[in-house]
């Protein structure tokens, strides 16, 4: 049987490492704060005490970090990931993170006789449960084949991009594209009921529409409750947001809605929006 670590088990993290468990694998787990170990103990995993043991111990570890800073972290730290790695053991990060940081990370797997793959994903907390992510990995051909039984209890489409790089490259354009997206849907949210119109007729407009998608479906029925549950927090949309606006500074393009957007955001947080989900950004529009 195919032994796979997992290293994060946040509102993503845990859910995919959920999947792993159910679908047979043999799981070996580590979370920064223990009583997240401890739901996957309850499911069948096995705990390790640092990232280093898991990585040590299983062929292949897949990490799902918050941020470049954790991801980081997570490696290069007393007894992380990398103390871990050699005889060929793969490290693939899932974590949604800069193209320079995932390159760093890269190297240094590579450097201790590791394979390493990018492979951040597409999706919030029901797709991770539901093993439905869009998973945009890039890197170590070979790992990425040998992942693949994995990959595919967590993803519902599963894209190689290349080398290393592209697949955080790619995240974040996509993140932008959603934070913009959900900017100007809270826009017309306000506007509608301002305007004196139910935002239910706004939202039936546009699903019936050439602008129906599933996240204004979705979203604009929460926030017409007031509900804003985490699926995705919305400090971590700020800060894909803040990491694409970088990107476009690095390449030389322009990026004046993701930069409104972003700032947008950054209100939210300061408001004390962070923990909550990212389409809490209309308390900040409305």
Not at 54 to 79: R, Y
Not at 197 to 222: Q, R, T, W
Not at 245 to 270: C, I, M, R, S, Y
Request: proline share 3%; hydrophobic share 50%; aromatic share 6%.
């Amino acid at each position: 049987m195919q032994e796979f670590g997992f290293i994060g088990l946040g509102v993503m993290g845990s859910a995919m490492a959920k999947n792993l468990v159910k679908a047979g694998f043999k799981v070996t787990v580590w979370n920064r704060s223990p009583e997240k170990s401890a739901e996957l103990a309850a499911v069948g995993a096995r705990v390790a005490a640092n990232p280093a043991e898991v990585t040590a111990t299983c062929g292949i570890t897949f990490a799902m970090l918050a941020d470049p800073a954790a991801a980081e972290a997570v490696c290069f730290g007393p007894d992380g990931a990398l103390a871990g790695i050699g005889d060929g053991r793969g490290y693939v990060d899932m974590s949604t993170v800069d193209g320079e940081t995932s390159a760093k990370i890269g190297a240094a797997i590579l450097q201790k006789g590791g394979k390493f793959l990018e492979a951040p994903v597409s999706g919030s907390k029901k797709p991770a449960e539901d093993g439905t992510l869009v998973i945009l990995a890039a890197g170590d051909r070979s790992l990425y084949d040998a992942a693949m039984p994995g990959l595919e209890k967590m993803g519902k489409k599963i894209l190689f991009l290349g080398a290393v790089g592209n697949g955080a490259r790619m995240k974040l354009v996509v993140n932008m594209v959603m934070g913009g997206m959900m900017t100007i849907f809270c826009e017309g949210l306000a506007l509608a009921e301002k305007g004196g119109l139910e935002k239910s007729d706004l939202l039936e407009v546009l699903d019936a529409g050439a602008l129906a998608n599933p996240m204004f479906k979705l979203k604009g029925g929460l926030i017409s409750q007031g509900n804003y549950t985490v699926a995705f927090p919305l400090k971590h949309m700020q800060k894909d947001l803040r990491l694409a606006v970088a990107l476009g500074d690095t390449v030389g393009q322009p990026l004046v809605a993701a930069a409104v957007a972003n700032e947008a955001f950054k209100k939210a947080k300061a408001l004390g929006c962070s923990d909550e989900d990212f389409s809490a950004v209309y308390k900040v529009i409305s």
